[in-house]
């Protein structure tokens, strides 16, 4: 998820200053210019993990079912806080362990997640609503727009994410409106017009298709780099 900004050698000097006592979280982050959120997980990971903490895996991580039920249930019981639970179990970031919390109170599935190239090129794409894409295109701004992660944790295609998150940028939250249901049906528009509309429709699955190839060649070379 983006490109780390700082040394795994700074970020222990940072853990280390405030274990020994050289400064407050709030010192230290601002004599360093970082967030005391960031430092206060840095320290707790640290505690847990070590040195191995700053590891930075490539790839996503995977995230079984039956994890993430565990992780859930142990923060609502009170077990662990979301910070605790984040830095034990080596989770990405807490704003994933609140949105699998979300979705166990909601009543909703929590499905494996074994993030795949594959999601590049999905075509399957399931109906969501306005509230469901502003919720995507906000986390996926919110981390760094990594397009593949949040399209596997919310179970919709690269290309529809990518498209959303133009849409919003270029003008906003109106444009993540799904208008296509406004249109009259095939059935109500003459032989000319439907023509027009598959041509259209056809048009716009190759653009598509065309960009994900694009973007896959794209993530392709930053890999092998």
Known sequence: MGKRK??????????????????????IANDNGISRTALRD???????????????????KKYGREFKIS???????GELSV???????????????????????AN????????KREVYMA??????TIE???EIVKYCIEHNRDYKGTASLYDVSYAQVYSWVRKY??????????KRGHHKTDDEIDELDRLRRENLRLKRQLQERDMAVELLKKVRELERM
Do not use: Q
């Open 108 to 115: 909703r599935e929590l499905k494996d997640y074994d993030p």
């Open 132 to 134: 469901e894409r502003k």
């Open 169 to 178: 940028d270029a003008n906003g939250e109106d444009a993540l409106v799904d």
């Open 83 to 105: 910070m605790e639970c984040t830095a034990k179990f080596g989770i990405s970031d807490r704003s994933t362990l609140r949105h699998w919390i979300s979705e166990y109170n």
């Open 71 to 77: 992780c859930v249930e142990a923060v609502i019981k």
């Open 6 to 27: 700082h040394s795994v050698e700074w970020m222990i000097d940072r853990v280390n200053e405030y274990l020994n006592g050289n400064g407050s979280y709030n010192s």
């Open 42 to 60: 840095w320290v707790a990971a640290y505690r847990h993990h070590g040195a191995d903490a700053f590891i930075k895996n490539t790839g996503n």
């Open 123 to 128: 075509e399957a794409r399931r109906k969501t």
